[in-house]
């Protein structure tokens, strides 16, 4: 008769070991499957994408040879226009508008006058506060004749003098309160326009017209504290504004700050124009190139072959195809076939729809500028370097 635990350990043996064989077989099958993906399948796949590359047609693009060239050192800014000197034309005290001889936007001189306020009150006031002073000369004439006699106390001439003195300063005063009512131009320079209507009072303060010197004319602009050793005064700059395309002003640094702005680590620059025909005006959003002085060595290429990101800018450059001996692989007709491979390249300057390269392409190599979102790994490419169309010239009217 059998033990009782020798029956109950036997269901417990044989279970585990069909748990170790279930667990072999999974493992057989899986390292099995990896083994199998890893030197079956995967080489065929990777045959198989590479077969239905090579069978689909070149793709055509546009190419160029890059070219070696050495560029004059150039700093691009971003700037505004200012006045040389701009003022808001105003009075010093209130009255009221009698005339107005200016029009808005007109060119005016250093002294022309602007706008006059009545001064009628301020007339009659000056007329009897002369003829109060004319009368305390009289009285300081008899003082002093009586003072020369001895028929008159010292102090009493003083009363006299400083009489005759007060009125007189009370006549200067009105007369600058006439001459302040008043409006000159202090400068040369253009109006802008009216804001103020003949008959209105104007307060002391209120606005007039304003008024801008632009010939000469300012261009402020920042530059990175980095490029502070390359900048000085007297260097060439050129400026472009908006609404002027291919006006190209040329002008000089003339100032530069005397201290780098903490919040953006950027040093002010002042540069001048000659404006003589007006075109620039104060306010103007301005694009500038400063000129330096070294030049240096770069690879020349079109903008449009360059792909710029955030991970780094990359070219395609195009190049023979090659097996593996490391032979050039060659077309029915016998020609190389052409490929494409990416590199990532270092821009040193930007220029009039050109880009200077320091890094990643060499003088001669062809690079591509249009129809690289078309281009794979791998794949082979057709050069189309047929110039474009050029639309027909408008035939003359008869």
């Given at each position: 008769?059998s033990?009782p635990q020798?029956?109950?350990k036997?269901p ?5 070991k069909?748990?170790?064989?279930v667990t072999?077989v999974?493992?057989v099958?899986?390292f ?7 030197y ?5 796949f990777?045959?198989?994408?590479v077969?239905k590359?090579?069978a ?5 693009v546009?190419?160029v040879?890059a070219?070696?060239e050495s560029w004059?050192?150039e700093l691009?800014?971003?700037?505004t ?6 003022v808001t ?6 009255g ?6 200016f029009?808005s936007?007109?060119w005016?001189k250093?002294g022309?006058t602007?706008?006059k306020?009545?001064d009628?009150?301020e007339?009659a006031?000056l007329q009897?506060?002369?003829a109060?002073?004319?009368?305390k ?16 106390a010292?102090a009493?001439?003083d009363?006299?003098?400083a009489?005759?003195d ?5 006549v200067e005063?009105?007369r600058a309160q ?18 103020v209507?003949?008959?209105?009072y104007l ?6 017209v304003?008024?801008q ?5 300012f261009?402020n602009?920042?530059?990175p504290?980095r490029?502070i050793?390359r900048?000085?005064?007297d260097?060439?700059?050129?400026v472009t504004?908006?609404?002027?395309a ?26 001048t124009l000659?404006?003589?025909d ?9 694009r500038?190139?400063v ?11 079109p903008?449009?072959a ?5 991970y780094?800018?990359?070219?395609y450059?195009?190049v ?7 032979k050039p692989v060659?077309?029915a007709?016998g020609?190389p076939?052409l ?12 220029r009039?729809g050109q880009?200077g ?12 500028t249009s129809?690289q979102?078309?281009l794979?790994p791998g794949?082979?490419?057709q050069l189309?370097?047929?110039?474009a169309l050029?639309?027909p010239q ?5």
């Amino acid at each position: 008769m059998s033990d009782p635990q020798s029956r109950i350990k036997a269901p417990r043996q044989r279970a585990k070991k069909r748990w170790y064989v279930v667990t072999i077989v999974a493992l057989v099958v899986l390292f099995g499957g990896l083994a199998a993906f890893n030197y079956v399948l995967k080489p065929m796949f990777i045959a198989g994408f590479v077969a239905k590359l090579q069978a689909q047609p070149p793709v055509p693009v546009t190419t160029v040879l890059a070219k070696a060239e050495s560029w004059r050192g150039e700093l691009p800014a971003i700037g505004t226009i200012e006045a040389q000197r701009g003022v808001t034309l105003a009075p010093q005290i209130a009255g009221r508008v009698d005339a107005i001889l200016f029009e808005s936007g007109r060119w005016v001189k250093a002294g022309e006058t602007i706008l006059k306020l009545d001064d009628s009150t301020e007339r009659a006031q000056l007329q009897a506060a002369t003829a109060d002073m004319r009368l305390k000369e009289l009285n300081l004439i008899r003082a002093r004749e009586l003072a020369e006699r001895g028929n008159m106390a010292q102090a009493n001439l003083d009363t006299a003098i400083a009489q005759r003195d007060q009125s007189a300063a009370q006549v200067e005063l009105i007369r600058a309160q006439i001459n302040q009512k008043t409006i000159v131009a202090p400068f040369a320079g253009r109006l802008g326009i009216r804001q103020v209507n003949l008959g209105q009072y104007l307060a002391a303060g209120a606005a007039i017209v304003t008024l801008q010197s632009v010939d000469p004319i300012f261009v402020n602009f920042t530059l990175p504290e980095r490029e502070i050793p390359r900048l000085k005064v007297d260097q060439a700059v050129t400026v472009t504004v908006e609404g002027l395309a291919g006006r190209v002003f040329e002008g000089k640094i003339t100032s530069l700050d005397a201290k780098v702005d903490d919040a953006t680590r950027n040093l002010l620059v002042q540069a001048t124009l000659a404006n003589k025909d007006g075109l620039l005006v104060p306010g103007q959003f301005a694009r500038l190139t400063v000129k330096l002085s070294e030049e240096r060595p770069v690879v020349a290429v079109p903008e449009t072959a360059v792909s710029f990101s955030l991970y780094g800018d990359s070219v395609y450059v195009v190049v023979a195809k090659k097996d593996k001996d490391g032979k050039p692989v060659l077309a029915a007709d016998g020609k190389p076939v052409l490929t494409t491979e990416r590199r990532f390249v270092r821009v040193a300057e930007r220029r009039a729809g050109q880009v200077g390269l320091s890094e990643g392409v060499k003088d001669g190599e062809r690079v591509v500028t249009s129809g690289q979102t078309r281009l794979m790994p791998g794949g082979t490419v057709q050069l189309d370097d047929r110039p474009a169309l050029v639309p027909p010239q408008e035939r003359p009217k008869p």
